[in-house]
């Protein structure tokens, strides 16, 4: 396993680290399998989205900002209540699969890192997994 270290600028911001991803599968001698993704925080998540126009990510935070509101009288004292319900509902694991040593993403797709409490220094954990059935994939 694998860990990749960030740090968050803003309460609520999504961070690409396909690249570091990629990195993480480029140094291993993994050409086929999956790579599991897990964030090990209760207020931060991981998601697949597209990469490639920043509105995309801008029109999830804001819309996740009007579901869950910051400070809408939740019993949770720390005052984060909202980041911990926005990172249960995006998840905290993804699993990309490896083909030829290659993360398989769609044309537009990126991993993105997902804060809802920041800034924080975060941590996303890698885990390359093998196919070990000894077929091709189709």
């Not at 998840?91 to 800034?119: H, M, T, Y």
């Amino acid at each position: 396993m694998e860990t990749i270290s960030l740090r968050s600028r803003n309460r609520n911001e999504f961070i690409d680290i396909t690249a570091s991803v990629q990195e993480t599968v480029s140094r291993s001698s993994l050409q086929e399998g999956y790579c599991l993704l897990f964030v090990p925080h209760t207020t931060a998540a991981i998601t697949i989205n597209e990469g490639a126009d920043p509105s995309v990510q801008q029109d999830i935070l804001s819309h996740l900002s009007a579901l869950v509101p910051h400070g809408a009288g939740y019993q949770h004292r720390e005052g984060n209540a909202d980041a911990h319900i926005k990172a249960t509902l995006v998840g905290a694991s993804e699993k990309v699969l490896i083909e030829r040593g290659k993360l398989v993403l769609g044309n537009w797709q990126a991993i993105f890192f997902c804060e809802f409490d920041g800034p924080r220094n975060r941590k996303v954990h890698v885990r390359l997994v093998a196919d070990v059935s000894g077929k091709r994939p189709l």
